[in-house]
């Protein structure tokens, strides 16, 4: 079974920076899609960002394009989220994905693993 544990979520300021790593127990993660996903407050859980098994394409959602930079680090088992220039609608519980089946990454049922999720607030 994929275990998937986020951390790297905490408070940070308006225009400040946060990197989220999710460190995956898959014994198959080089072979693996992973993403991202995120849940603000009274919101629907909504797609951020997707990396391929190889880690040579990556997708953004348009929120984030340009602010975020997803990665994988093949030496730790760890994918990582480096956010940027971040904004209060940031703010959410930010939740790591694997297991990525073919098809639309921006939907959530496309992922086979999912980890129990870090806050991640922004504060103006």
């Known amino acids: 079974q994929v275990h998937l544990v986020e951390s790297g979520g905490g408070l940070v300021q308006a225009g400040g920076s946060l990197r989220l790593i999710c460190t995956n127990s898959?014994?198959?993660?080089?072979?693996?899609?992973m993403g991202w996903f995120r849940q603000g407050p009274g919101k629907e859980r909504e797609y951020v960002a997707s990396?391929?098994?190889?880690?040579?394409?990556?997708h953004y959602a348009d929120s984030v394009k340009g602010r975020f930079i997803i990665s994988k680090d093949f030496t730790k088992n760890t994918v990582n989220l480096q956010m940027n220039s971040l904004k209060p609608e940031d703010t959410a519980v930010y939740y790591c994905?694997?297991?990525?089946?073919?098809?639309?990454?921006?939907?959530?049922?496309?992922?086979?693993?999912w980890g129990q999720g870090t806050q991640v607030t922004v504060s103006s």
């Open positions: 994905v694997g297991q990525g089946r073919d098809g639309d990454p921006t939907m959530a049922t496309q992922w086979g693993s």
């Open positions: 898959e014994r198959a993660f080089s072979s693996s899609a």
């Open positions: 990396i391929s098994w190889s880690g040579g394409s990556t």
